[in-house]
């Protein structure tokens, strides 16, 4: 016998969440559609706003030389990617980075493998972002893509979570994700790059099956940072963007979801628009 929809109590986040949800979606299309500078300028924002976040969650009160020295970092391999004479300086960048933050934080006493995490977690899928922009063809409408999976992904699981409810996903990590909203995410994000790349003209089925597993990757991103704010006791990152918590709330799906797409791209060499303008 089927369970009955549970009933759904009024929050104000019903409110707030999409309003700066579709706030924060038009800033990053108008980025992405206007390109340099205005997308590395939107990277190296959101890499400080969510080094801070991540350094102070981790660091437990002392985080400022660790949060200079992430940023520093990032920022220098993004410019190394830019304008570097080769390939190979970004990922140097931050692999030094990482051993000077991993050294910074030995020396404070103050988690020093947590510290260093925060150039990799960053770091990474800063880089990805922007390869994806410059080294694929038609690299806008890629990003578009990427971004509409992980929209598609919140939102799916938001709203089917709230409605159906169920079984718990992963009640130590998070007690409020269900198999549901799981289910319902990869779902939407399946269907929402469906519909993207038929109107581009691309393969809709690759594209949907594509999509399942990047929206399993951004499912992953969320639970990382849920397991993270378990370990050190705290709700949620910051509480900056109202309805959504900190800036590393709202890209922890973003994060992993990047490099997953980067991985499909670039190594195993899968077209991201699925024939898309061909």
Request: without cysteine.
């Amino acid at each position: 016998m089927a369970l009955p929809p549970r009933a759904m109590k009024f929050s104000r986040d019903w409110i707030t969440r999409p309003v700066f949800a579709f706030l924060l979606a038009g800033i990053v299309i108008a980025a992405v559609y206007f390109d340099k500078p205005y997308l590395e300028i939107m990277v190296a924002v959101s890499v400080m706003l969510a080094a801070r976040e991540w350094h102070r969650m981790v660091g437990e009160g002392r985080f400022a030389v660790e949060l200079l020295a992430t940023t520093s970092v990032i920022w220098l391999s993004l410019a190394a990617f830019l304008y570097g004479p080769v390939a190979i300086a970004p990922p140097l960048v931050l692999a030094a980075g990482t051993l000077l933050v991993l050294g910074i934080g030995y020396a404070r006493r103050s988690n020093p493998l947590w510290h260093a995490g925060g150039v990799v977690y960053l770091g990474i899928p800063a880089l990805a972002i922007l390869a994806l922009r410059d080294f694929t063809p038609h690299g806008t409408w890629v990003l578009i893509g990427l971004f509409l999976i992980v929209w598609a992904t919140d939102t799916g699981a938001f709203l089917v979570g709230n409605l159906i409810g169920g079984p718990k996903l992963a009640p130590v990590l998070s007690p409020n994700k269900t198999w549901s909203g799981f289910l319902g995410g990869i779902v939407s994000a399946a269907a929402v790059l469906a519909i993207f790349i038929a109107v581009l003209g691309g393969a809709v089925l690759p594209a949907a099956l594509f999509a399942v597993s990047i929206a399993v990757a951004a499912h992953l991103g969320d639970l990382f940072e849920s397991m993270v704010k378990r370990r050190f006791h705290i709700k949620d990152s910051g509480s900056s963007i109202p309805g959504h918590g900190g800036v590393l709330d709202r890209i922890d799906s973003t994060l992993f979801a990047a490099v997953a797409f980067g991985i499909a791209v670039f190594v195993f060499r899968l077209d991201p628009l699925f024939g898309a303008f061909r």
